[in-house]
């Protein structure tokens, strides 16, 4: 495993692989922005989505070959989480609320395009896109290629980055 000194505004953060005991880590940062991800507040209707953002969910995706995340650590604690699925689609990209707009998500995206662009992707990436992200998508370079979806209580923007 190795670990990656990353200074990313005036902070400094720590970038690793995750690994199995990284779940509920994870998961708890996720959840921690689930008011940003669906649509009722509360996260009613969406249960289906939180499950699948539950420790057993995101400790089986780490166990899988399909699936690469890289983790942000700022001071030991987790400031962000990417994961790339089939070396194309933006499976996850979370910055916890505190560290909103200091860099980190800009520097995990760039990690995660680099290592699949190294293993071969082609150049083109896709993610769904909640709506309050949707503006850092545009900024890293995707654009949407749908209107906006719901489904599962969330609501979504596909988008895609061609390189």
């Given at each position: 495993m190795y670990w990656l000194k990353e200074k990313t505004l005036s902070r400094e953060f720590e970038i690793r692989p995750a690994v199995a005991a990284d779940a509920a880590a994870i998961s708890a940062l996720i959840l921690s922005l689930q008011p940003y991800l669906t649509i009722e507040p509360d996260g009613s209707g969406a249960e289906e989505?939180?499950?699948s953002l539950s420790p057993d969910i995101?400790?089986?995706?780490?166990?899988?070959?399909?699936?690469?995340?890289?983790?942000?650590?700022e001071g030991g604690a987790l400031a962000g989480v990417v994961a790339l699925r089939d070396n194309s689609h933006l499976f996850s990209l979370y910055v916890g609320s505190a560290w909103h707009g200091q860099g980190v998500g800009r520097r995990l995206w760039e990690l995660a395009r680099d290592a699949a662009l190294a293993r071969?992707?082609?150049g083109s990436f896709t993610v769904n896109s909640s709506t309050f992200a949707e503006a850092m998508y545009r900024h890293l370079g995707f654009t949407a290629t749908g209107p906006v979806a719901?489904?599962?209580?969330?609501?979504?923007?596909?988008m895609r980055l061609e390189l």
């Open positions: 989505f939180l499950l995101i400790r089986r995706n780490l166990q899988d070959a399909n699936y690469r995340y890289q983790l942000a650590f071969g992707n082609p719901e489904m599962h209580g969330i609501r979504f923007i596909p």
